[in-house]
């Protein structure tokens, strides 16, 4: 169903959101009772807080976690290391009784997918002297990306994997390289659908000599747990940063700044935060040779340029026929560049202060180099670098090519580390100030960005060392997505923002937040931006520990459910939403045990349709949150052949509470009927793209009025008896919900999103 909210007046004086709402309103209960039962009580973090963004201070912090009273049994188990007496040292310290070791060498590479029974995934890695920076772990990075792209499909379906890091810390101080782990597997766990990996970053070489017992990170709620020595287990915590309003903290005044890739998305906007305030040099760098636009398309006006497009590509066509039309979309997108750089530079001039554009790829040592020598030879110093270039390219990793991955990653990493290098041997030994331009995205994990999701952490740990006596200082703050601006850009990005419930930061907010930042970071170097939204969304301040999941795989087909056949989206048979329902409940029972009677499905987001014409495998994951359960169904898009086309793809999403008892009904006679019109139900005609019949050919004198809906549903239960739940009575009670006349009349249909 659509994200719209729509509200249903079944039996008594109460309404709930049909597509948020838990599923016992389908039994007559009163919304507001359930709040009363302490089973159903919800915890809902800042519900009166507006959802304004806010700076929170990422810190490392001592976290204590209860061992759990029983060891869990590993199973058979699998170590990928970078050695076979490295694997087997970890076994024998672990206490491992049931394993295999192998390395990332190429005849290891695809050997995960001949294993069967796997229980748990073991990666190790282990620091060593001469991996000092970027160039020297990348090698190791490019070994872990080659082994889990071969091994993908198989490592999706081990209930516990677990990167292990030794040698993490300098220290006390966490190493920025662990970063590219970090976001790395963060991104993965999102695409996978929930927490496959943990990582676990220790400061000794080995395990300690304690024998740190492993196994009970398996459970805890953080994806992430680092322990710099034998006696301390901390994890990262967001602590939020009041607005400061003290004048004397006002005291960064720059005089010539830098900015990478500074003149067009979010960097540019934060070049123009500090130009307002202060009359400085500022040198916008980039890639982009802003002297190769024709000047005629140069003039056009917006509209203009859009409009041209398609024109554009007739003419290249007929002038060079064998350039292929990917070519002409570049080279038309270079052409767009061109003009938003040439435009935010004239902006940005009409401040006071002097504004530049220069040619650099920040990847090349000798080309930032240059640079940097160049403007301390005109301006004497370099006080703030904004270090903005990026690229991202959004995918899921089994369409990840090494050579995006890596570029991705080393236009950030390595573009750093020239400016670093370059800064400290050009700047004479006047104190930079070098801001990292990252994503609060990366840090909670962001599905399809693992290289993004990589060099951004990079950046937040990199900031996370920055030592204030250092002559170069770094920073990073951790953005939202924007409102319209840089690689956010576009409808289809404002669409996906509100599907998810995030906020669309504006350019007045970041504005506001940048200079704040600007005067206050050195306490704080690396911050990420969030609102209350996301802070719900990924449920970043729950006390509350989940303490497992659970998984069940169904064979889907139309033998098995025969209903599927009356029930049709463009002829093709389709599961009902209710159906996908009751397996997330069926997968509850089945697998936990439990005896409750009562379930509660709140949140219910129907995100694409699942068809099926054969037999289809279908896999419902359910996490723990503590105080409830996050649910998903996902299944693979399987070419005929058997390969696997797209994985994972999520089909529902909800939340799952459970209870023993009801909280109570309500009286029958509360019940009020007005004025209403007889209609037929939509979703059985014949011009209808979802296409109902047989069973669900269910709902009879349906009766529309302005505040309820009425109908009489006569079941037929052939071939619906198997289900946990009533699907064909819910799947009819959910549709009567969402029917409505407009002021025309006529009643509209509702369908997933994509």
């Known amino acids: 169903f659509s994200s719209r909210r729509r509200h249903t007046r079944l039996q008594g004086d109460w309404s709930s959101d049909v597509c948020s709402s838990d599923l016992a309103s389908g039994f007559g209960l009163t919304s507001p009772k359930i709040a009363d039962d302490k089973n159903w009580k919800i915890e809902a973090l800042n519900k009166a807080k507006s959802s304004t963004p806010t700076r929170y201070a990422l810190r490392l912090v001592e976290e204590s976690l209860e061992t759990p009273s029983e060891n869990p049994q590993f199973g058979y188990a699998v170590i990928v290391s970078e050695s076979k007496s490295q694997g087997n040292e970890f076994a024998k310290l672990v206490g491992l009784s049931k394993y295999e070791v192998i390395t990332y060498d190429k005849k290891d590479l695809n050997s ?46 081990i209930p516990t994997c677990v990167w292990i890091g030794f040698n993490c810390f300098e220290g006390e101080t966490l190493r920025a390289e662990t970063g590219l782990y970090s976001g790395f597997f963060k991104s993965l766990n999102q695409e996978i659908g929930f927490d496959t990996f943990k990582l676990i970053y220790f400061g000794d070489a080995i395990l300690p000599t304690i024998k740190i017992p492993i196994w009970r990170e398996f459970s805890a709620k953080s994806a992430e747990v680092f322990f710099p020595d034998s006696s301390s287990r901390k994890v990262f915590k967001c602590h939020e940063i009041q607005s400061q309003d003290n004048p004397n903290l006002k005291n960064f005044k720059p005089s010539v700044v830098i900015a990478t890739g500074g003149a067009k998305g979010i960097t540019a906007v934060l070049v123009e935060s500090i130009i307002q305030d202060h009359d400085c040099t500022v040198v916008l760098v980039g890639r982009t040779d802003i002297s190769a636009c024709p000047s005629y398309i140069e003039k056009m006006a917006d509209k203009e340029f859009e409009d041209y497009e398609s024109e554009f590509y007739k003419t290249q066509f007929q002038k060079k026929p064998s350039v292929s039309i990917l070519d002409h979309k570049k080279k038309y997108g270079a052409y767009r560049s061109i003009r938003e750089i040439k435009r935010n530079i004239a902006s940005l001039k009409e401040y006071a202060g002097t504004v530049e554009y220069m040619n650099c790829d920040v990847k090349d040592p000798e080309e930032v180099h240059k640079l940097i020598k160049s403007v301390i030879d005109r301006f004497g110093k370099i006080d703030l670098v904004i270090h903005g270039s990026g690229i991202q390219t959004s995918k899921l990793f089994a369409k990840k090519q090494e050579s995006e991955f890596f570029d991705i990653i080393e236009t950030k990493v390595k573009g750093a580390n020239n400016l670093i290098s370059s800064l400290e041997s050009c700047n004479g030994g006047h104190k930079t100030h070098l801001h990292l331009v990252s994503s609060s995205f990366s840090f909670l994990g962001n599905a399809g960005q693992p290289d993004y999701g990589a060099a951004n952490e990079w950046f937040n740990r990199k900031a996370g060392c920055s030592n204030a006596d250092s002559l170069i200082e770094c920073s990073s703050l951790g953005w939202l997505g924007w409102d319209g601006v840089g690689m956010t850009q576009g409808n289809e990005y404002s669409v996906l923002m509100d599907n998810k419930g995030l906020h669309k930061l504006t350019v007045q907010e970041g504005l506001y937040l940048f200079k704040e930042f600007l005067d206050c970071y050195k306490d704080s170097p690396n911050q990420l931006v969030l609102s209350s939204k996301e802070i719900q969304i990924y449920d970043l301040f729950s006390s509350i520990k989940g303490s497992g999941r659970y998984m069940k795989t169904f064979q889907v087909s ?108 309500i009286k029958e006679d509360s019940l009020f009927i007005k004025n209403g019109t007889l209609i037929r139900d939509p979703y059985t005609l014949e011009d209808s793209p979802v296409k109902l019949s047989g069973p669900f050919k269910c709902l009879e004198n349906i009766m529309v009025g302005e505040k309820f809906q009425l109908a009489r549903i006569e ?37 997933p999103d994509s």
Request: hydrophobic fraction near 35%; charge should be positive.
């Open 112 to 157: 995960l997918n001949s294993q069967s029974d796997i229980h748990t995934l073991f990666f190790l890695k282990k620091w060593n002297e001469k991996e000092k920076g970027y160039d020297e772990i990348k090698l190791s990075l490019k070994k872990l990306f080659h082994f889990i792209k071969m091994n993908y499909d198989k490592i999706k379906m």
């Open 558 to 665: 139309p033998e098995k459910y025969p209903y599927l056949l009356h029930h049709r989206v463009n002829n093709v048979p389709t599961v009902p939403g209710m159906l996908e329902l009751d397996w997330i409940v069926d997968t509850f029972i089945s697998e936990s045990k439990s005896t409750a009677g009562v379930f509660c499905l709140e949140d219910c987001k129907f995100l694409k349709f699942l068809k099926i014409n054969t037999e289809r495998e279908v896999r419902c994951c359910l996490k723990d949150h503590g105080d409830h359960w996050r649910a998903d169904i996902t299944s693979d898009f399987v070419h005929s052949s058997g390969k696997v086309l797209q994985p994972n793809i999520r089909h529902v999403s909800a939340n799952l509470r459970v209870a023993n008892k009801f909280p109570g009904a």
């Open 715 to 751: 079941l037929n239960k052939s071939g619906t008896q198997n289900n946990t739940i009533p699907v064909v009575l819910l799947d009819a009670v959910l549709r009567l919900s969402a029917i409505n006349m407009d002021t025309n009349g006529d009643v509209s249909t509702y369908i």
